[in-house]
T-cell receptor, first 115, second 114 residues
Framework: DTGVSQDPRHKITKRGQNVTFRCDPI?????LYWYRQTLGQGPEFLTY????????KSRLLSDRFSAERPKGSFSTLEIQRTEQGDSAMYLCASSLGGERFEKLFFGSGTQLSVL | AQSVTQLDSHVSVSEGTPVLLRCNYS??????LFWYVQHPNKGLQLLLK??????LVKGINGFEAEFKKSETSFHLTKPSAHMSDAAEYFCVVSDNFGNEKLTFGTGTRLTIIP
């Protein structure tokens, strides 16, 4: 168990640029989640995958956001035309599935700063 | 829609004294409730969860929480604080209505005084 890995740890970008983050879940975990955490707040749900299928999306996930999990393993989260309000910590989590709300394992996150 | 309110943004206790972190929830359905801990530069870690079994839930590192439906509360306690308990703690709710969304509170920062 090597844990959930997220890359990069930090990303600084200029407003209007596109950014992509990667998440590698724990192997054999079929459920994968993306959350966003802003300073002083708790994480907010963005989207959920079961294997390669994206089954839930939050209304927070505007048209500029897209997430994929093409082979049911790693996932990417892309933000197009970034805005300063996108600055946040983007967290990925995975779980083995089976029982609902089985323990989620979180990565350390990608900190995005939009200048 | 479900929500949680963490009543204290910051709690300070002396090492060896009891810890109480307060959480009230709101849910239209029978909820599942969790406490997660976040240490600096580390991923969130599950401390414990309640899913309609025993109302007193024991977690890792000596923490426990009691589900009180009449008070809509799910407070986290520990008899004796340790320096390693210093972290951010999040109370979390899910509405058990078939979706996978967890709703986090705003967090309570726990400081341990030596």
């Amino acid at each position: 168990d090597t844990g959930v890995s997220q890359d990069p740890r930090h990303k600084i970008t200029k407003r209007g640029q596109n950014v992509t983050f990667r998440c590698d879940p724990i192997s054999e975990h079929n459920r994968l989640y993306w959350y966003r955490q802003t300073l002083g707040q708790g994480p907010e749900f963005l989207t959920y995958f079961q294997n390669e299928a994206q089954l839930e999306k939050s209304r927070l996930l505007s048209d500029r956001f897209s997430a994929e999990r093409p082979k049911g393993s790693f996932s990417t989260l892309e933000i197009q035309r970034t805005e300063q309000g996108d600055s946040a910590m983007y967290l990925c989590a995975s779980s083995l599935g089976g029982e609902r709300f089985e323990k989620l394992f979180f990565g350390s996150g990608t900190q995005l700063s939009v200048l | 829609a479900q929500s949680v309110t963490q009543l204290d943004s910051h709690v300070s206790v002396s090492e060896g004294t009891p810890v109480l972190l307060r959480c009230n929830y709101s849910s239209s359905y029978s909820p599942s409730l969790f406490w997660y801990v976040q240490h600096p530069n580390k991923g969130l870690q599950l401390l414990l969860k309640y899913t309609s079994a025993a109302t007193l839930v024991k977690g890792i590192n000596g923490f426990e929480a009691e589900f009180k439906k009449s008070e809509t509360s799910f407070h986290l306690t520990k008899p004796s604080a340790h320096m390693s308990d210093a972290a951010e703690y999040f109370c979390v709710v899910s509405d058990n209505f078939g979706n996978e969304k967890l709703t986090f509170g705003t967090g309570t920062r726990l400081t341990i005084i030596p």
